[in-house]
């Protein structure tokens, strides 16, 4: 069985600071992984996803993920955040690229002036 | 950019009652799905339907959940006899195939009294 944790619940930072998001994951085959974003009032959007090959997976927004699997991880990053970018992220981890999509509990990520 | 439409955005019903939660995937796409997100807590699969059935369900789909698609466009969950603990998000989402990652709509808060 699968299962996904998220480190942090909550991760405040300020605008145009640096940030990662924790993601680990757990699983005896091999999955695929995508972090999700939700904005307030809106649904889920795919950020990223890693499906095979390169292990530095860059997404929508300057957001990018690296999987990295001997650690089982894959942390998201931005070099630069900005006010905008305050929202729920999920990571999620999937024995198929597409359904059955296990989702971690979500970081809430909150950028201040 | 297509999206998934879903509606009403808010259901409110009594105990009891049944509710159809109403979903428009994406035209293209041939994978639908249910997730629901009870506050405070992860996002939840439900089920996944293609070709007219049900291609994977949780634990959470019982007898209670039923999913139909009665037309070309709209892809519906109908839950029976709504419990209190039915009172959740509930996130319909599309995918192109199995390989394609899913298209989530804005969601139906369900409020069960």
């Known amino acids: 069985a699968q299962s996904v944790t998220q480190l942090d619940s909550q991760v405040p930072v300020f605008e145009e600071a640096p940030v990662e998001l924790r993601c680990n994951y757990s699983?005896?085959?091999?999955?695929?992984l995508f972090w999700y974003v939700q904005y307030p009032n809106q649904g889920l959007q795919l950020l990223l996803k890693?499906?095979?090959?390169?292990?530095l997976v860059k997404g929508i927004n300057g957001f990018e993920a690296e999987f990295n699997k001997s650690q089982t991880s894959f942390h998201l990053r931005k070099p630069s955040v900005h006010i905008s970018d305050t929202a729920e992220y999920f990571c999620?981890?999937?024995?198929?690229?597409?359904?059955?999509?296990?989702f971690g509990k979500g970081t809430s990520l909150l950028v201040t002036p | 950019e297509p999206e998934v439409t879903q509606t009403p955005s808010h259901q409110v019903t009594q105990m009891g009652q049944e509710v159809i939660l109403r979903c428009v995937p994406i035209?293209?796409?041939?994978?639908f799905y249910w997730y629901r997100q009870i506050l405070g807590q992860k996002v939840e699969f439900l089920v996944s339907?293609?070709?007219?059935?049900?291609?994977?369900k949780s634990e959470i789909f019982d007898d209670q959940f039923s999913v139909e698609r009665p037309d070309g466009s709209n892809f519906t969950l109908k839950i029976r006899s709504t419990k209190l603990e039915d009172s959740a998000m509930y996130f319909c989402?599309?995918?192109?195939?199995?390989?394609?990652?899913?298209?989530f709509g804005n969601g139906t808060r369900l409020t069960v009294t």
């Open positions: 989402a599309s995918s192109e195939d199995h390989n394609s990652p899913l298209h």
């Open positions: 339907f293609y070709n007219n059935e049900i291609s994977e």
């Open positions: 890693y499906l095979s090959g390169s292990t």
């Open positions: 035209s293209n796409h041939l994978y």
């Open positions: 699983s005896s085959v091999s999955v695929y």
């Open positions: 999620a981890v999937s024995e198929n690229s597409g359904y059955a999509l296990n």
